[in-house]
């Protein structure tokens, strides 16, 4: 399959990057600093772009079966970074018939079916208080998602952290089961299963230990 994965350089899309070309796919990694990408592979090409530049991204969706965005907040902010980047990519794969998206955010994202413990709630009025702008526009670039008509998959993570790709996580939402964090490795894993299983197709599931 050609996946292009926007946010390839950061800890969780490299690890997408890794695991889709260990999985055989030809992946196209859209990123500003190419050198941030410190791997070679045959299967690989590197695309240098701005996710704000819609040209840029309308360009490297050519040719591609699905796409992948593990984009989150930069340092500093970029003011409407999530809601811009969404709406270019939402409209590039429209104007090239593309249907598969599965993109990522965070798991302050609150869907209807959750039921969070009293530490989820915690995090979130944290959040709130000290990232507010960035959650909102977080909110805003899944709000655009939901309301298109891809095939889409919004992965909701927890806290992520470097550690082994086990495998090993549970998919649903948030509760008393779910927990506060997951590694990248396996964050990187349940998008690459989602991108071929569609078993959460239109929804936002909690991805977590």
Do not use: C
Not at 110 to 129: A, F, H, M, N, Y
């Amino acid at each position: 399959m050609n996946i292009i994965i926007f946010g390839a350089s950061g800890g969780t899309g490299r690890e997408v990057v890794k695991q889709a070309l260990e999985a055989g796919h030809m992946v196209t990694a859209f990123v500003r600093t190419p050198s941030k990408i410190n791997m070679q592979h045959p299967n690989l090409r590197v695309v240098q772009g701005d996710v704000m530049d819609a040209p840029a991204i309308d360009q490297a969706v050519t040719g591609q079966d699905a796409v992948i965005s593990t984009l989150g907040p930069t340092r500093p902010p970029v003011p409407r970074m999530m809601e811009t980047a969404a709406r270019n990519i939402i409209a590039a794969m429209n104007k090239h018939g593309l249907r598969r998206l599965i993109a990522t955010t965070g798991a302050g994202v609150r869907q209807p079916e959750d039921q969070p413990k009293l530490v989820d709630t915690l995090i979130g009025v944290l959040l709130s208080l000290m990232a507010g702008e960035v959650v909102r526009d977080s909110a805003e670039g899944v709000r655009l998602i939901q309301s298109s008509d891809l095939d889409w998959t919004i992965a909701r993570f927890p806290r992520l952290m470097d550690g082994p790709h086990t495998g090993k996580y549970r998919a649903g939402y948030v509760s008393k089961e779910s927990s506060t964090q997951l590694s990248r490795a396996d964050a990187a894993d349940f998008v690459l299963k989602e991108l071929t299983e569609n078993d959460w197709l239109r929804k936002l599931p909690l991805v977590s230990y």
